[in-house]
């Protein structure tokens, strides 16, 4: 299983575009990146999903490089209820291996 | 449409008291998952189906957690002489067969093991 290594917390101004970024060296061919958000007392929600270069939906935006060691989520202009715990998984979309959620980067967004 | 549910929100049970916790997978979900969240931290892998079979079961923390699928519907884990340790938020997900990237939250069940 791919290991991710993202920031344990970060701070933001409301109105501010925050890019929180997940290394994952060892990203295998058939693997896929996936973000989660997780609000407090609920469960985690799906946000996007990708394999490489960059991806956009209404909620963010994914940039993956062409080496795929790492990849950035991008929230535009936060406001104060993007103030959520943020995961970034990697692994195949089949087969039988678990999906593994590490702790995840605290974000808080300051109005 | 309707979400993944579980039940109960809230459980509180005192030590040594076994517990049920039940979850209903979307419609058409041949894959479910459960994890358990103790307080400020990360999701741990328990158990995931594949429809009623489980061909991962190495996250259960010990013989006391069991967990079974029927009809590649609903699901139960159940916690036998619970432990103090045990309190934590269980979430579970479910996901089409293929996608399980793609997981989708039920609000989980708050345990408190008094």
């Known amino acids: 299983l791919a290991k991710t290594t993202q920031p344990i917390s970060m701070d933001s101004y409301e109105g501010q575009e925050v890019n929180i970024t997940c290394s994952h060296n060892?990203?295998?061919?058939?693997?896929?990146i996936t973000w989660y958000q997780q609000f407090p007392s609920q469960g985690p929600r799906f946000i996007i999903q990708g394999y490489k270069t960059k991806v956009t939906n209404e909620v963010a935006s994914l940039f993956i490089p062409a080496d795929r060691k790492s990849s950035t989520l991008s929230l535009p202009r936060v406001s104060l209820s993007d103030t959520a715990v943020y995961y970034c998984l990697v692994g195949d979309a089949g087969g039988y291996q678990k999906v593994t959620f590490g702790t995840g980067t605290k974000l808080q967004v300051i109005p | 449409g309707a979400g993944v549910s579980q039940s109960p929100s809230n459980k509180v049970t005192e030590k040594g008291k076994d517990v049920e916790l039940r979850c209903d997978p979307i419609s058409g979900h041949t894959a479910l998952y459960w994890y358990r969240q103790r307080l400020g931290q990360g999701l741990e892998f328990l158990i995931y189906f594949q429809g009623n079979s489980a061909p991962d079961k190495s996250g259960l923390p010990s013989d006391r957690f069991s967990a079974e699928r029927t009809g590649e519907s609903v699901s139960t884990l159940t916690i036998q002489r619970t432990q103090q340790e045990d309190s934590a938020v269980y979430l579970c997900a479910s996901s089409f067969r293929g996608k399980k990237n793609e997981q989708y939250f039920g609000p989980g069940t708050r345990l408190t093991v008094t």
């Open positions: 060892n990203i295998a061919t058939n693997d896929y």
